[in-house]
């Protein structure tokens, strides 16, 4: 079976910035499996991994356009401190869940305080960034339908619910 739609795919990986540091490998978090097409990877290397078989390894450096999205600087705003968490001591590189006006829930990271202003960053922290990534295929299993119904991986490695 080679990886296409809807395949169950095991993968070793590592990820880089472009030309610089390390920033995760699956060496630290166990081999990866996802759920191909349903967009539980970046689309740059789902679209790399297409009619590769176990054994395969695939480099591919994928821009931000096809990766985690470019960096949108609305989504860097500063609120008063008093606006935080009170019980915490607000730091650079702490991470938040914060309610938009629409109501929606999403994770921001603090990357500036001045004073009493604080400046949240709400892009993902690897927006804006191209990234090299080097991958081996471990593993390739059809979907079973729980699981293409619930548009990720079951069992080990995956979710349990
Ligand atoms: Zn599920």
Request: proline fraction near 4%.
């Amino acid at each position: 079976m080679k990886i296409g739609q809807d395949a169950v795919v095991t993968i070793a990986y590592s990820v880089r910035e472009k030309g610089g540091d390390l920033i995760d490998s699956s060496d630290e978090t166990g081999d990866f499996p996802y759920l191909h097409g349903h967009e539980n990877i970046v689309p740059g290397l789902e679209e790399a991994l297409i009619g590769k078989d176990v054994g395969d390894t695939v480099s591919v450096t994928v821009p931000p356009e096809k990766g985690y999205g470019l960096r949108d600087e609305a989504k860097v705003f500063t609120v008063p401190k008093s606006h935080m968490p009170d019980d915490e001591e607000i730091t650079v590189g702490m991470e938040f869940h914060a309610e938009d006006r629409d109501g929606s829930i999403r994770q921001v990271t603090v990357t500036k305080v001045t004073g009493d202003q604080v400046t949240l960053d709400a892009n993902h922290a690897l927006a804006g960034m191209t990234l090299d990534f080097a991958v081996e295929v471990k593993a390739i299993r059809a979907a079973t339908p729980d699981e293409l119904d619930h548009g990720h991986v079951h069992g080990e490695g995956g979710h349990h619910h």
